[in-house]
């Protein structure tokens, strides 16, 4: 849940939005959805800190067929090649823009096929708001997780067909897409590995969010790298403790999970276009997810 300053400061980002139950609902729905970024910053989408250059990548847009349904990907694939270990980047509540396709780019430039799903866009534009409330409220809280992991079946069916082998499949993601991070490696028996970029792992459930990544715990079919910040008022450290003891009575790729808890880090450490950016917990996460990846067999 996030602290009273936090629903101040929504209160100020909307004006004419109360600070009374209004308020307390979007903040429940924020816990609910496992969103927690700090409602006062809505980010600039446009830049980003880290540019990675596409000389010697494939990218671009690509449509995923998702029975009849055609799903806008990002893809960064090193140009010209195939068997390429498949990497599915997960984005934020805000879609994906510059920040998730340089990710993506980031993970092409270590060979891999990386692979970028909108996955809100049946139902809405997630770039399209200037109100968090309205975002989450409009589009995010509509989402069911059984269409996420479809959506994402699709997209690795895609890549086994266009260049990727998916008997080398990883998935990552952040925020919200770090929770769906940890219900896809329970989701898909293909899965080697995951890395959760503080994805919230605990709250109450929903007919369109039936379980958390608590629930699942101890089902995974590849271990799950969880990095996550210290100083992160949306997850308390509390639920982290809940899912280690969830994991440690689980699977063996539950038991080889592990986490990384960052002193001083708040929530979205990784994101280098907002000022929550601490660039050694993200240098270090980013070198952990990679070395994971490649000890779990994707690479």
Not at 30 to 56: E, N, R
Not at 274 to 279: G, L, V
Not at 281 to 293: I, S, V
């Amino acid at each position: 849940m996030l602290n009273e300053s936090h629903q101040q400061d929504l209160s100020a980002l909307l004006p004419g939005r109360s600070t009374g139950n209004g308020a307390t609902r979007r903040t429940a729905l924020k816990a609910a959805l496992g969103v927690g970024y700090a409602a006062s910053t809505l980010p600039t989408l446009a830049q980003t800190a880290i540019s990675t250059p596409s000389d010697g990548l494939t990218v671009g847009e690509v449509m995923v067929d998702v029975n009849g349904f055609s799903m806008p990907v990002y893809r960064a694939a090193p140009a010209g090649r195939t068997g390429l270990p498949v990497v599915l980047v997960l984005s934020e509540i805000f879609g994906v823009h510059e920040y998730i396709a340089d990710t993506a780019r980031r993970f092409a430039r270590a060979g891999y096929l990386a692979l970028a799903p909108e996955l809100f866009v049946r139902q809405g534009d997630a770039q399209g708001y200037g109100e968090m409330a309205r975002l989450i409220a409009e589009v995010i809280s509509k989402v069911p997780d059984a269409q996420v992991m479809g959506d994402l079946d699709a997209t690795v069916k895609w890549a086994a067909a266009n260049g990727g082998d998916t008997r080398k499949l990883g998935v990552t993601g952040f925020c919200w897409g770090g929770r769906q991070t940890w219900l896809y490696a329970a989701h898909n028996p293909a899965v080697k590995a995951g890395v959760a970029w503080y994805g919230r792992l605990v709250g109450p459930t929903s007919e369109l969010m039936p379980r958390h990544p608590v629930d699942i715990a101890g089902q995974l079919h590849g271990p799950v790298l969880g990095l996550y910040g210290a100083e992160d008022t949306g997850i308390p450290l509390d639920t982290v403790d809940k899912m280690k003891a969830a994991l440690a009575a689980g699977n063996a790729a539950a038991k080889a999970s592990t986490f990384v808890v960052y002193p001083g880090a708040p929530h979205a450490f990784h994101a280098d276009y907002r000022p929550s950016f601490r660039r050694e917990a993200a240098e270090d996460g980013w070198k952990r997810a990679l070395d994971w990846f490649r000890r779990h067999g994707v690479a």
